[in-house]
């Protein structure tokens, strides 16, 4: 496909029941983002990998949160023991540059993974 | 703390009318300033990026200003249309540490009506 995809699209989980979302990149993507949106808020990043090298976790909120791109390609974001305060939409964002070419840099998103924990 | 800053929260108005978006930021240092449109159920999609040499840019019926002196940044849509309802996100990136991150606002929440 031409764009990020991501899937599932919608999930619905029980409280401390694991999940992993899946993110396909745009092809040929260097840079893949994590996000988490809040009902009417706006995203907040979670992690960032440059091929398979995962440079900054920083925004992962708790040790729950794991996420791995093996390959440099997919991406999979893993929630254990989900907690009522997941719920969100997860956006997968991919780009074609490398850190240090940031100036004309465009992340492009993927339609976001709605998490509903109950 | 949230270091971007939108107003209005939401804004309703008129087929045809014209509208400003206000984005104001503390992010430093700052790398550019972009603004995203994000329908219902999408991904935010770029609309425009400026850096702090800019000062304005157009795409089609939006245009973009920044005064990097005061952090302010507006998005002015002109004649807007029934597909312009959604959400608008002001998205600040940061210089040296903060490389790869960027900073979202919460958005303003446009509502067009025929």
């Known amino acids: 496909g031409a764009g990020v995809s991501q899937s599932p699209r919608y999930k619905v989980a029980k409280r401390g029941q694991d999940v992993a979302l899946r993110c396909d990149p745009i092809?040929?993507?260097?840079?893949l983002f994590w996000y988490q949106q809040a009902l009417g808020q706006g995203p907040e990043f979670l992690t960032y990998?440059?091929?398979?090298?995962?440079?900054?976790k920083s925004g992962l909120p708790s040790d729950r949160f794991f996420a791995e791109r093996p390959e440099g390609s997919v991406s999979t974001l893993k929630i254990q023991r989900t907690q009522q305060e997941d719920s969100a939409v997860y956006l997968c964002?991919?780009?074609?540059?490398?850190?240090?070419?940031?100036?004309?840099?465009?992340?492009?998103f993927g339609p976001g993974t709605r998490l509903l924990v109950l | 703390k949230n270091q971007v800053e939108q107003s209005p929260q939401s804004l309703i108005i008129l087929e045809g009318k014209n509208c400003t978006l206000q984005?104001?930021?503390?992010?430093?240092?700052?790398?550019?300033l972009r603004w995203y449109k994000q329908d219902t159920g999408r991904g935010p999609v770029s609309l425009t990026i400026?850096?702090?040499?800019?000062n304005t840019k157009s795409n089609g019926r939006y245009t973009a200003t920044l005064d990097a002196d005061t952090k302010q940044s507006s998005l002015h849509i002109t004649a807007s249309q029934l597909s312009d309802s959604a959400s608008y996100i002001c998205?600040?990136?940061?210089?040296?540490?903060?490389?790869?991150?960027?900073?979202f606002g919460r958005g303003t929440q446009l509502t067009v009506w025929p």
């Open positions: 964002a991919s780009s074609l540059v490398r850190a240090g070419n940031w100036y004309q840099e465009t992340q492009y």
């Open positions: 092809s040929g993507h260097v840079s």
């Open positions: 990998f440059q091929n398979e090298a995962q440079l900054d």
């Open positions: 984005c104001n930021y503390t992010v430093s240092p700052f790398s550019n």
């Open positions: 400026m850096t702090f040499s800019e």
């Open positions: 998205v600040v990136r940061g210089r040296g540490s903060t490389l790869g991150r960027l900073y």
